[in-house]
């Protein structure tokens, strides 16, 4: 059987062209392939993002992609280098910045689309950060689409750790001050019990040995007041600890008898508004009661407030407690560390729950702190 003649012209390309186009294609992608491979090796290890994006740079261009790059960082004002990559380029004094490429580079991080100014290829990394890629020419937007997937992922699980130890930190702060306060508080209990249950109770002893042998009315009289006021401290003790009005009556009376007691106390007038319609689970009465009394304790210490109020509703399908003050206000971001700890505590019991915590404040202008939970009925 004789063959068929190939045909020729202008839009028929030889056997030995398509064959060498398929070598070529084939190549490229192995070398894609094996950059991919080698970036992702590179970047795996990396938990700093500055050197994570240095890496990736000079990977790019070790593998012949590109002759130089930078990696730049966008805010609301301008555009800064944060990492440079290795340079091949034979005079190397080309810089994406001076090229004024500020404007290409927005549009790019705008648009999120790869955006090509001259020699530069201006490739967006997530919202806020992009590659400046010089001397490629011939680089497929499926290549830069994998590397920009990759870096992407290697620099959000970079952010992810960091927040991750960031938060692991604050709750070792946090059982830090846990311990402290749960020694702090028994240093005290142990003291009331000595200085004024254990001095009552000595006194009793002493008075009622007298009035053994000849009963005394007047001394008697005296005995029993002295029982009346130990037991008025023995309940204030166990109140402290936790009321047993919380279990039995719910969030409002507990709230009502905190209140009533810092009045009695320290004189800080404190209204207390509840408007729920049922009472809530144990858990976020528990949370409540426990943040509302940590910040009118705050008020106490450091506020030098008149009055106060603490008000519980319904909001969005949640419960919100605000706790407000008349003192003399403060900077949130100039805590000082224990009362960041504080904060902290609060902000977790609420975080266990599914809450949030949020604080309003500014000196001479009182506070606000804001508690919002999920709601679960009892």
């Not at 927005?106 to 001397?135: C, K, M, N, Y």
């Not at 680089?139 to 994998?146: D, G, I, Q």
């Not at 506020?303 to 319904?314: D, I, Q």
């Not at 909001?315 to 100039?334: I, N, T, Y």
Request: proline fraction near 3%.
């Amino acid at each position: 059987m004789r063959a068929l003649p190939l045909r020729s012209g202008t839009h028929a390309p030889t056997l030995a062209t398509s064959r060498r186009a398929g070598v070529g294609d084939a190549a490229r992608r192995t070398h894609e392939l094996e950059t991919l491979h080698r970036l992702a090796r590179r970047v795996a290890s990396e938990g700093e993002p500055r050197l994570l994006l240095e890496r990736a740079l000079d990977t790019l261009v070790a593998m012949g992609w590109f002759t130089c790059g930078e990696a730049l960082l966008a805010d609301d004002t301008r555009l800064a280098t944060v990492a440079v990559g290795r340079c091949d380029a034979v005079d190397c004094d080309a810089c994406p910045l001076r090229d004024g490429l500020e404007e290409g580079a927005r549009e790019a991080l705008r648009s999120g689309a790869v955006t090509h100014r001259g020699q530069w290829h201006l490739v967006p990394i997530g919202s806020d950060a992009l590659f400046a890629l010089a001397g490629a020419e011939d680089v497929s937007e499926s290549f830069l689409a994998a590397v920009v997937e990759l870096v992407d992922a290697a620099l959000k699980r970079t952010h992810l750790h960091a927040r991750l130890a960031e938060k692991e930190q604050q709750r070792s702060r946090l059982l830090q001050a846990v311990l402290s306060a749960q020694e702090e508080e028994r240093g005290r209990i142990s003291r009331d019990l000595h200085d004024q249950i254990g001095q009552s109770l000595t006194a009793l002893l002493l008075g009622l040995d007298r009035n053994l042998e000849a009963p005394d009315p007047e001394d008697l009289a005296k005995l029993k007041e002295i029982a009346s006021i130990t037991l008025a401290d023995v309940r204030r003790i166990a109140l402290d600890l936790r009321p047993s009005v919380l279990d039995e009556l719910g969030l409002e009376a507990a709230l009502r008898r905190f209140a009533r007691d810092t009045h009695e106390r320290y004189g800080i007038d404190v209204r207390v508004l509840v408007t729920l319609s049922a009472r809530l689970g144990h858990q976020e009465e528990t949370v409540l009661y426990r943040v509302a009394q940590e910040a009118l304790t705050n008020v106490v210490r450091h506020a030098g407030a008149r009055a106060a109020s603490v008000v519980v509703t319904v909001s969005h399908g949640g419960v919100q407690l605000v706790v407000e003050d008349d003192g003399v206000g403060f900077d949130p971001k100039a805590l000082a560390a224990a009362e960041q700890v504080g904060l902290m505590g609060m902000r977790e019991r609420l975080e266990l729950l599914g809450g949030s915590l949020g604080i309003e404040s500014a000196r001479g202008e009182g506070c606000s702190l804001y508690a919002r939970l999920p709601s679960r009925r009892a």
